[in-house]
């Protein structure tokens, strides 16, 4: 090496954006996540990521952006109110809270009333922990939750839920858990005892691969709660606020439950979680029995006031029907073209295409062409659309995935050539 190449300054290396993020997250996240894409914007139902490329969001951040990206009423609502007020804690109204209850009971109209937490998890904790209250002095305490559901990541949530991958390493668990089969009545009959306060469930397993409820069992279960004196609980995280084609799902099914609850999409990005109550669990909690330090707080209040009420003013309802209709129908022709593909199934905007083989590679070749979908339950291609989409949305999400199964199928034939 000459002297002269020695003493040559190293050009500083240039790391892109996302080359940076991926790299922070590499050293300073607990790695229970592997994200892939760098996003950096979004508008309406287009998401964009570090390097400018434009994606069809069929993810919205896992139902949680349920108008799209910066829709402006939320923008406006969550802006106004940071200029005013953001937090001041339960022992002070503020006047948002109240008005977002008194919506949300109306919406829900049964005769209940609700509390306000963060996030799913908390939510469904909620409705857990009435469940116990109200059947302590009947010595009822067990809760019925079904195989394949998802119902949160705490403790008492993730022994709700039935799947032994979530639970797996965090023995022990807390007790008083039973598990049914679901869409079978007479398994959840044989999990029924005196010391049964509830079951919980999801109208559509999300998690557990976009499986709906059958209509029949659903009544036969709220029949069945009803004459045992047991509580039926519903899990709208994920289903709630307009996504299957009603506000609620149980308002699709002609049911009411005794309680419910909501996050995700109700915030449309903000953090807020509400846990429903029916008139047996209303006044349940009393001062000192719950509480959390964030819950209610203005700034989500108002966010998802903007959330409510622009689904409204738009019957976004009725659009997330209307379109996941037309999904699901040109979504049939795909399943009767390529052979891989089984079936398409879901409720409004929550789809699910089932795939006969682990559908990762697929997701990602659906991710190249810019339409994001997230996988589950190994083999199911999930899609849950803004509430908002168009049907030039829906023809352009359809063809991508034309595309894609194309590109597969042919690169599936040519691994078995080889
Ligand atoms: C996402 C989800 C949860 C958990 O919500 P977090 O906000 O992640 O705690 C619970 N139940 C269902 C059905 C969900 O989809």
Not at 317 to 322: R, Y
Not at 344 to 365: C, F, M
Request: proline share 5%.
């Amino acid at each position: 090496m000459s002297e002269s190449e020695e003493s040559k300054p190293t050009p500083p290396v240039k790391r892109s954006l996302s080359e940076q993020l991926a790299y922070l997250h590499g050293e300073f996240h607990a790695p229970n996540y592997a994200p892939s894409l760098s996003l950096v914007k979004g508008r309406g139902a287009y998401v964009w990521d570090a390097n400018g490329k434009k994606y069809l969001d069929f993810v919205s951040g896992i139902a949680v952006t349920a108008l799209g990206h910066s829709h402006p009423a939320i923008v406006k609502a969550v802006k106004r109110q940071a200029g005013r007020l953001m937090h001041v804690s339960n022992l002070y109204y503020n006047d948002q809270a109240p008005f977002l209850a008194k919506q949300l009971c109306e919406l829900a109209g049964l005769g209940g009333k609700v509390f306000f937490c963060n996030s799913g998890a908390e939510a469904n904790e909620g409705l857990i922990k009435l469940a116990r209250k109200w059947g302590s002095e009947q010595d009822r305490f067990e809760v019925i939750t079904f195989r394949n559901s998802f119902h949160g990541r705490t403790l008492a949530t993730l022994t709700a839920t039935g799947q032994e991958k979530v639970q797996y390493g965090f023995a022990p668990l807390p007790e008083g858990f039973k598990y049914a089969q679901y869409n079978d009545l007479e398994s959840v009959k044989a999990q029924l005892t005196p010391k049964t306060a509830a079951v919980m469930l999801e109208l559509v397993q999300a998690e557990g691969g976009v499986v709906p409820a059958d209509p029949e069992f659903v009544k036969g279960l709220a029949k069945l709660c009803r004459e045992r004196n047991v509580l039926l609980l519903v899990d709208e995280i994920q289903t709630g606020v307009g996504r299957t084609g009603t506000m609620f799902a149980w308002q699709g099914y002609g049911i009411e439950p005794d309680g419910f609850s909501l996050a995700k999409g109700l915030g449309g990005g903000f953090p807020i979680g509400a846990v429903m109550m029916g008139p047996k669990l209303k006044d349940v909690f009393q001062p000192g029995s719950h509480g959390t330090t964030f819950g209610g707080q203005p700034l989500g209040c108002a966010a998802a006031r903007a959330v409510l009420d622009t689904i409204a003013e738009k019957a976004l309802d009725t659009n997330a029907e209307a379109m996941g209709y037309m999904l699901q129908s040109k979504l049939k022709k795909v399943v009767d073209t390529y052979s891989f593909v089984r079936a398409v199934r879901g409720k409004g905007l929550l789809v699910g295409l089932v795939i006969d083989r682990p559908a990762k590679d697929l997701e990602k070749i659906l991710t190249r062409r810019g339409l994001l979908t997230v996988c589950t339950a190994g083999n199911v291609i999930r899609m849950l659309p803004p509430l908002t989409l168009t049907a030039r949305q829906v023809k352009q999400a359809v063809k991508i995935i034309d595309k894609a199964c194309q590109e597969w199928q042919a690169e599936l034939l040519n691994q078995q050539g080889n």
